[in-house]
Structures are given as C-alpha cells and as structure tokens.
C-alpha cells in the first residue's frame, strides 16, 4: 500500500482518514480537528433544540401524539387518538353490521356505525401490514356537525397468535362500543384469533355493539368464510377445480344474524369474482350435504369495492349506501357436478343484482317492488353459458 493510502485512527473523533490528509501545511491538522468538532458541537445543539421544538408542539397538541399505551409489543401495535386513558360507558350502543366490499370506504357506513357507538369508544382491529389508517378518518367523521363525537378511536395491529393472549389488545375489546375489522388477510384472523378469548369476546359484542368490517374483514364476518390460507384464486381457476387446494372453506368465525345462510365475498366486480363466488356455494353444498330440512337455501354475497352495506341484526333490514352493486346468489340444490379436478357444472343459481339506495331484508329474502333485480346464472363444464348475465342487467 502507497504511503498516501494508509489510515491513521484519529483518537479524538474515533474515525479514520487517510494519512495524506494530514499533511502538508503546519496548522492544516490543527484546521481540520477544528472542523470536525465544530460540526459534532453543531450536530448536538441541532439535536437539543429539535427535542425542544417537539416537545413544545406536542405540549401544546399542535401535533397528535399518536400512540397512547404499548406501541413498542413484539405481538401487535399500537394506536390510539380521543381520550384514550378515560373510559366512558355510553347509556347505550346499537347492535348492527356494517358490510363494506373493500377499496373506498363510504362516509354513509361509518357515520351509522359512529352513532351507534354513542360516544363511545371505536377500535379498529387489523391484521394488515399497513400501519393506522383510520384512526384520523374516523375521528374526523365523528366530529363533523351533526354527528355525535366518540371518545376515542383505537387501532390494533396485531402482528402474530400471542397477541391474542395479551391484556392490552383484550382490554381494548372489552371496552369497545363499535369495532371494525380492517382488510389484508383473512387467513391471519382465523389462525390467530380462532379458539382464542379474543373470539370470544368478539361474539359477546355481537348484540350489543356494531361489527364493521371491509375487504378480509368483512369476508370473516359470513357463515362461511373464504379462509385465503393457501392463497387467492380467480375465477377461472376455481371452476376449473372446485377443489383446488385454494378452495379452502371453514366455518363461521363469528354468529352473525341474518348472516346464518351466507358466505361473503369482496372486492367482487372489479375482480371478477362471480365466478368464484358460484364455486364457494358449491362446495358448501356438496361438503355439507345440504339443501336440507334445516338448510333449504345457501347463500353467497358479494359486494363490491366502493359499496357498502348496513344491516339491522334486529330486523334484518339492508340499506346500500357508497357506490355500486352488490349480488346475493341463492341455491335451493346441489351442484350438477362438483368435484376434484374437474370442470364445476352448476346451473339455475338465482340471482338477485342492488344497486345504491336499495333496501332489502335479510329474514324474508323477499326483494321489494323498484329494488334490484333477479336473474339467474349457469355453469357448464368451468363456465358461464352463453346469454348468461352474469352481473345481472344493471350498468
């Protein structure tokens, strides 16, 4: 190595530079030392007067604090925004159930499922890998004029099973007035919440607070449930094999009224899914051995993206609110042909198409008079037949 090329280790700053800079002029290496205290001085000060600034804008709430509890768990995260150390016991909440298909949130849904809350306390549960996205959005909401004002909005994020186990995350949901589930992955809410006290808990809350739940929470709140354990698939794949490893149906994770005789499925139009959706009802025909006496009709809903649905679990009425469609597709019979590794055959599936503003009851199954629209979809040998509609006659 060349002379210019060795390090010398400077005992001040504990970093290293090359030798051939410190030579030349007398006082070139007593300038340089200089430099670089004046830039670790500059660096500390810099420092102090930040945390300063911060803790002042926090002092005086310029900025949210954010995370009010445990944020720093290995099993889940978390936030919170409200008065997050006190709370309240509303005189009441309303049980109900707010549907939304996935993608834009609707206003309407929320707003609904804040009054039912009666200002209380709104906790988001997620299992996303996505950080707090609607903890400001529904804290928003709830302080516009004209709505009732929530105490606190809490968001979970919980990152493994041993959160299920932990007393913030089952605090959180006791004290709870409205929850809503957020998307990503269904499978995590089952594998990680099935058995446990937090489903437990879920179901006890189910009549007397709001369930909400969007894209993979809401595909949890149906009967049956689309468990996406070993994956998404399409379409066509599913009609191809009805019994595709991906094809993967369990039962209810929570009891929902008037979602007894339903599986749900989301982001539906926009990902063409009706024909997926027609493999689910299948398949739980064909494993449950129904129709039966007790089971003469199974059920499938779809809901699309900016669409979403509000459903009374006492009466049983729906009201769609957003945009878009929903389908509810019924069969009273088996499939023609459902098995492994072969085409699905399933024709005559009653369909009936929503449009926003439609109201419907889950108990009757009855569609009014100028509310959707029925038609009825096939499936030969893995696909619609020809002149099917299959999304029904609506734009």
């Known amino acids: 190595m060349a002379d210019s090329d060795k390090l010398l280790s400077d005992p001040l700053l504990g970093s290293e530079k090359h030798e051939d800079d410190l030579l030349g002029s007398d006082n070139q290496a007593y300038k340089a030392f200089c430099r670089r205290k004046n830039l670790i001085w500059g660096t500390v000060c810099g420092a102090i007067v930040l945390a300063v600034f911060l803790s002042i804008l926090l ?4 900025i949210d604090q954010g995370d009010s509890g445990d944020n720093d768990s290995t099993n889940f995260l978390y936030w919170c925004r409200g008065n997050c150390d006190i709370d309240v016991k509303p005189a009441y909440t309303m049980p ?9 949130d609707s206003d309407e849904l929320f707003q609904w499922q804040i009054k039912n809350t009666n200002g209380g306390d709104f906790l988001i549960l997620s299992a996303a890998d996505y950080e ?12 516009q004029v004209g709505s009732t004002p929530v105490n606190s909005v809490t968001t979970i994020q919980v990152l493994n099973r041993d959160a299920s186990f932990d007393e913030t995350v089952l605090s959180n949901i006791r004290k709870a007035d409205g929850i809503f589930f957020e998307g990503g992955d269904q499978s995590r809410y089952i594998s990680w919440w099935t058995g446990t006290e937090v489903q437990s808990l879920l179901q006890g809350k189910v009549h007397n607070v709001t369930l909400g739940g969007t894209s993979a929470g809401l595909a949890i709140l149906g009967n049956w449930v689309f468990s996406a354990e070993y994956g998404s698939i399409n379409s066509y794949e599913a009609m191809a094999d009805p019994y595709a490893a991906a094809v993967d149906i369990v039962n209810a994770f929570l009891h929902i009224p008037f979602l007894e005789t339903i599986l749900i499925d989301t982001h539906f139009q926009e990902r063409d899914r009706m024909g997926r959706m027609s493999t ?15 089971l003469p009709i199974v059920r499938v809903l779809g809901v699309n993206e900016p669409t979403g649905i509000i459903l009374n679990i006492t009466s049983g009425d729906i009201r769609l609110v957003g945009e878009g469609h929903a389908y509810l597709c019924e069969s009273d019979h088996s499939p023609n042909v459902c098995e492994p590794d072969t085409n699905l055959t399933f024709t005559k599936i009653n369909c009936t198409q929503f449009d926003v503003g439609d ?28 002149g099917t509609t299959v999304y029904g006659p609506y734009p």
């Open 96 to 104: 109900g159930a707010c549907l939304m298909g996935g993608g834009v």
């Open 59 to 62: 002092t005086l709430d310029i």
């Open 132 to 143: 707090d996205e609607y903890n400001d959005y529904v804290w928003d909401l709830s302080n």
């Open 280 to 294: 689910f009802l299948a398949r739980i025909l064909r494993d449950n051995n129904l129709p039966s006496a007790s």
């Open 359 to 386: 109201t419907y009851n889950f108990q009757t199954f009855l569609r009014p008079p100028l509310t959707g629209a029925d038609y009825v979809n096939s499936v030969v040998d893995g696909n619609f037949t020809d």
